[in-house]
């Protein structure tokens, strides 16, 4: 959403750093270009215009102080991410809970903002931190919304409290009450009710929220919406503000292609952190929203902590130390453990996603809006296509096998000849670094190592590099001494 914004940041940046002893003339004219990246992107003008002034008056005043070169540029770029980790709203809050179980969440905003799937997103996220939530479909109006928080419950293993059909039958308020007593019953530590929207704001729709505020009582009230419709979140936000009353926001959609200026101005026009934020359609795709991580990523500098958060959850633990100790033993790497790698590759999730993460990933925006996401499933299907016997040693692959792979992965024979040769290739690296072997001698050239020095283990005398021999006397006599000494 913020490759736009983060592109020409990342431009402005680039300029500054690239002159010597900045100005207060370079100063203005970097303003003048993050004003108007932010305005192109949709940020409200109220919160764009005393932004760029706060970075202008402190990097004035900054200037006298700093040395020349890019330590100046530094400075600044850090005096800018200090005030946008603000705009977003400062530090990350989480979710209050309640003294006396249950937690309470009431879910409110427009419809087509996202709720009900947004809500089961919710649900799976704390109960995958061993909470015990309960939905509850409280949006009686919207055609089969109770259904599809059934459905969605169903998904992630959270049971759904339904008294009603929907559909226009029943009374949401009275349902959002009943749930309480069903959650204190049941013993269900936390209850999530979703609630009706309109397509616009207007007194019914904003009546029946206080209703359900009113009748539940809820520990925390969260507005969701949606992140892609630039400056009417603002305005709906203040609308819901004003009216119902809400501890926090909820981003939907933020791995749209929109201008993303709301998640730039909700925060700050509204006095509400924004708590989570959903990137896209799988229920995983949910977490809590950290301003410092976004600031990082709006300016081109990545998001490793999230990146590591979901390589933590992806990979599984004692699988992770079965695989070192094998490797303390001298075991070699296998096409099963391949496979086990690449299977928790594919639950971190969309690998545009996680290389979108990386420090300076907008340079290398075209190569990541073209990878093959099905290429990691192709490589899955030869891999279990084989028995174990050939997952364990590739040496048995002959030509009748390996037509037997392709057939079963529907594959040419010619992609499990690369990936053989590929896996042959690393599984002799990494058996050479184990032994202490250092780098093959073609991987240290590409590194700008000096060809014999690749195989060298570092440290001690064996990280020197050889004896240069010295020159032989062009005197017979004197040769002959140095032979013999």
Do not use: H, W
Request: with cysteine; glycine share 10%.
């Amino acid at each position: 959403m913020f490759d736009s914004l983060s592109s020409k940041l990342t431009g402005a940046f680039a300029s500054l750093r690239s002159r010597g002893k900045i100005t207060s003339s370079d100063i203005d004219s970097t303003c003048s270009e993050i004003r108007a990246a932010l305005l192109e992107s949709d940020v409200a003008l109220s919160v764009v215009e005393p932004f760029i002034e706060t970075i202008r008056t402190k990097s004035l005043a900054a200037l006298p102080t700093l040395q020349s070169g890019t330590n100046q540029a530094q400075a600044i770029f850090e005096i800018v991410n200090t005030e946008l980790v603000e705009i977003l709203g400062g530090a990350a809050r989480r979710i209050r809970f309640a003294k006396n179980p249950p937690t309470v969440i009431m879910l409110a905003g427009l419809q087509g903002a996202g709720k009900t799937t947004l809500a089961g997103k919710l649900a799976k996220f704390y109960a995958d931190q061993g909470n015990t939530p309960l939905l509850v479909a409280s949006d009686l109006q919207r055609p089969n919304a109770v259904n599809q928080l059934q459905v969605v419950g169903e998904s992630v293993g959270v049971p759904v409290f339904a008294p009603e059909p929907g559909n226009g039958v029943g009374n949401p308020v009275k349902v959002a009450e009943q749930s309480l007593a069903y959650a204190k019953t049941k013993l269900y530590n936390m209850v999530i009710v979703d609630t009706a929207g309109r397509l616009g704001v207007d007194a019914e729709l904003m009546q029946q929220a206080i209703d359900i505020r009113t009748a539940i009582k809820p520990d925390e009230i969260l507005f969701v919406v949606d992140a892609m419709i630039g400056q009417d979140a603002v305005k709906t936000a203040k609308a819901f503000e004003d009216g119902v009353g809400f501890d926090g926001v909820v981003l939907t959609k933020l791995d749209g292609d929109a201008r993303g200026g709301a998640a730039l101005s909700i925060a700050k026009l509204t006095g509400k952190p924004i708590m989570f934020s959903s990137n896209g359609e799988k229920l995983s795709d949910f977490d809590i929203f950290y301003p410092e991580r976004m600031a990082s990523r709006i300016l081109g500098m990545g998001d490793v902590a999230t990146l590591a958060e979901q390589a933590k959850k992806a990979f599984d633990g004692d699988a992770s130390a079965k695989l070192e100790e094998k490797f303390a033993r001298g075991d070699d790497f296998t096409l099963e453990d391949f496979l086990e790698q690449l299977e928790a590759m594919s639950k971190m999730g969309s690998m545009s996603k996680l290389l979108g993460m990386l420090p300076g990933a907008g340079a290398m925006k075209k190569q990541i809006e073209n990878f093959d996401e099905s290429e990691i499933v192709r490589t899955k299907s030869i891999v279990q296509s084989m028995t174990p016997l050939e997952r364990q040693d590739p040496k048995v692959l002959n030509g009748s096998r390996r037509a037997r792979i392709a057939l079963g992965a529907g594959r040419k024979v010619q992609d499990v000849n690369t990936l053989v040769d590929k896996f042959t290739a690393a599984q002799k690296m990494m058996r050479q670094m184990r032994k202490g072997g250092g780098m093959p001698p073609a991987m240290a050239q590409g590194m700008g190592i000096p060809a014999g020095m690749g195989g060298q283990q570092f440290g001690g005398q064996k990280g020197l590099p050889p004896a240069k021999k010295k020159s032989k006397s062009g005197n017979p006599a004197k040769r002959a001494a140095e032979e013999r000494g």
